[in-house]
């Protein structure tokens, strides 16, 4: 019952502020339910594979997915969540332990941190018009590397890197994020589902609630106020990750 209400409170908290799934999910399963690193990271990838696939129809029949922008991430992002999961693989020892614990932390925590002052110091229009979407494929080697590791930053750092290096309206950034972050998960969650990466009830458990919340959570979208709550989960993320942090030295 515990990982059905943190499924659909995680979902509908991605539906609601565009908080990745991944990245709310691995730390709550190591800090609360004693997860290993590995496992957490495959059953957070997975999880957030079946939410955005539950929502990417409604995407796709807004027509808010730039494709050849879409591709040019998954360029990028699909070698780099390979690379991550490998040397997410190659340390899934006991004694590499902190280590896990120390670099998922420090991901989780900076990109937590980074996207809570982003959004206290954004404006309402500030970003430049000026198509640099060539760089794309080489930012997206680096989110997918850390997705494939970490399970987190697809949504939040892909946003970013949307936002600010192409002319794509914000409709269009949020769809096209969500795709290319359905594609990091599908395919790093393969990889680690089929390397044993992850832990099937607690897994199933979490769908149930998730898919219900995530459908929530975007048809509140309009009525409840998103930046407080992305502020709020931020606050929250970062605090998680220095646990993390802390946790490897413990």
């Given at each position: 019952?515990?990982?059905?209400?943190?499924g659909?409170?995680?979902?509908?908290?991605?539906?609601?502020?565009?908080?990745?799934a991944?990245s709310?999910?691995?730390?709550?399963?190591?800090?609360?339910?004693?997860?290993?690193?590995?496992?957490?990271?495959?059953?957070?990838?997975?999880?957030?594979?079946?939410?955005?696939?539950?929502?990417?129809?409604?995407?796709?029949?807004?027509?808010?997915?730039?494709?050849?922008?879409?591709?040019?991430?998954?360029?990028?992002?699909v070698?780099?969540?390979?690379?991550?999961?490998?040397?997410?693989?190659l340390?899934?020892?006991?004694h590499?332990?902190s280590?896990?614990?120390?670099?998922?932390?420090?991901?989780?925590?900076s990109?937590a941190?980074?996207?809570?002052?982003?959004?206290?110091?954004?404006?309402?229009?500030?970003?430049?018009?000026?198509?640099?979407?060539g760089?794309?494929?080489?930012?997206?080697?680096?989110?997918?590397?850390e997705v494939?590791?970490?399970?987190?930053?697809?949504?939040?750092?892909?946003?970013?890197?949307?936002?600010?290096?192409?002319?794509?309206?914000?409709?269009?950034?949020?769809?096209t994020?969500?795709?290319?972050?359905?594609a990091?998960?599908?395919?790093?969650?393969?990889?680690?589902?089929?390397?044993?990466?992850y832990?099937s009830?607690?897994?199933?458990?979490?769908?149930?609630?998730g898919?219900v919340?995530?459908?929530?959570?975007?048809?509140?979208?309009?009525?409840?106020p998103?930046?407080?709550?992305?502020?709020?989960?931020?606050?929250?993320?970062?605090?998680?990750?220095?646990?993390?942090?802390?946790?490897?030295?413990?």
């Amino acid at each position: 019952m515990t990982e059905i209400l943190v499924g659909f409170l995680i979902a509908a908290g991605v539906g609601l502020t565009g908080v990745g799934a991944g990245s709310l999910l691995a730390p709550v399963l190591m800090l609360f339910f004693k997860v290993p690193p590995a496992e957490a990271v495959g059953t957070a990838l997975a999880f957030s594979a079946v939410i955005k696939l539950t929502i990417a129809p409604v995407y796709i029949f807004r027509k808010q997915i730039h494709y050849p922008t879409l591709l040019r991430l998954c360029c990028g992002g699909v070698p780099g969540v390979l690379l991550g999961f490998f040397a997410m693989d190659l340390l899934d020892a006991k004694h590499h332990r902190s280590v896990l614990f120390l670099g998922i932390g420090a991901l989780v925590a900076s990109m937590a941190l980074y996207n809570l002052i982003r959004t206290l110091r954004r404006s309402a229009h500030t970003r430049s018009m000026t198509d640099r979407s060539g760089w794309l494929p080489f930012i997206a080697f680096g989110i997918g590397t850390e997705v494939g590791f970490s399970s987190a930053g697809a949504g939040a750092l892909g946003g970013v890197a949307l936002l600010n290096l192409t002319p794509l309206s914000p409709a269009r950034v949020v769809g096209t994020d969500v795709m290319f972050g359905l594609a990091c998960s599908l395919i790093g969650g393969s990889f680690h589902l089929s390397a044993g990466h992850y832990q099937s009830a607690i897994l199933i458990h979490l769908i149930i609630g998730g898919m219900v919340g995530a459908l929530i959570g975007a048809s509140l979208l309009t009525v409840l106020p998103a930046r407080p709550l992305r502020v709020a989960l931020s606050a929250w993320l970062t605090c998680m990750g220095v646990q993390l942090c802390w946790q490897a030295f413990g």
